[in-house]
Structure formats: structure tokens, C-alpha cells
């Protein structure tokens, strides 16, 4: 099976930073498509960032500027480097990731079991 294991999760106060860590591990052909969602209490899971398997990102409006996300393929690891934390980033932040098994096979869709970051004021 493929496993997507999230890390880097924590606490911290407001203007400070952390980086997110996904790390694919498992069988498969190829990924594709990979990114962050985050939840918080009460409200819908939302995109944050992704990136293609070449390098192209794109991000949510509200995290522009301040979020940076990256991939390693050599590694199979995606990353996201969080600065100028405020509040209402605080939310369980989830890795996702399309995964093809075999050339033979369609990407299907994989995700983390999430990690908590918290933001205090």
C-alpha cells in the first residue's frame, strides 16, 4: 500500500514558522500531483498549496507570500515551509498526493492521517 506520513506539526506563536514534511513511501510507478489541505474546527477542508511532479505551484490566496511548497522526487517527500504563522492558520494540515502503482494503472488519490499545527496569539 502507499503511505503518505505527515511531519513537522506543532505549536507556535504568531509570526513565527514551520515546515511541513511529507514523506510517500510504498510501491508505485509514479506520483503526480501532490499537496497540502488544512481544517480547521467547524469549517470545510480547503486546498493551501500544490505542486506538479515538475516543479509548478499554486497557492491559496491566503497563504501567498508566506507559504512555500516544494517536492523532492529523488526522495519522494513534499514539503511546506510556513512563515508569519498567524491564528487562523491553526488547523490540521493534511498531505495528498495522486499516485500511479503500475504504468498500467490510474492515479488514484492518497491521503495523510494529518498533523496538528497550532498558532497562538
Known amino acids: 500500500q502507499v503511505q503518505l506520513v505527515e511531519s513537522g506539526g506543532g505549536l507556535v506563536q504568531a509570526g513565527g514558522s514551520l515546515r511541513l514534511s511529507c514523506a510517500a513511501s510504498g510501491t508505485f510507478f509514479s506520483i503526480n500531483g501532490m499537496g497540502w489541505y488544512r481544517q480547521a474546527p467547524g469549517e470545510q477542508r480547503e486546498l493551501v498549496a500544490a505542486?506538479?511532479?515538475?516543479?509548478?505551484?499554486r497557492y491559496a490566496d491566503s497563504v501567498k507570500g508566506r507559504f512555500t511548497i516544494s517536492r523532492d522526487n529523488a526522495k519522494n517527500t513534499m514539503y511546506l515551509q510556513m512563515n508569519s504563522l498567524k491564528p487562523e492558520d491553526t488547523a490540521v494540515y493534511y498531505c495528498n498526493a495522486n499516485v500511479k502503482r503500475r504504468s498500467w494503472s490510474p492515479y488514484n488519490e492518497y491521503w495523510g492521517q494529518g498533523t496538528q499545527v497550532t498558532v497562538s496569539s
Open positions: 505542486v506538479t511532479s515538475g516543479g509548478a505551484t
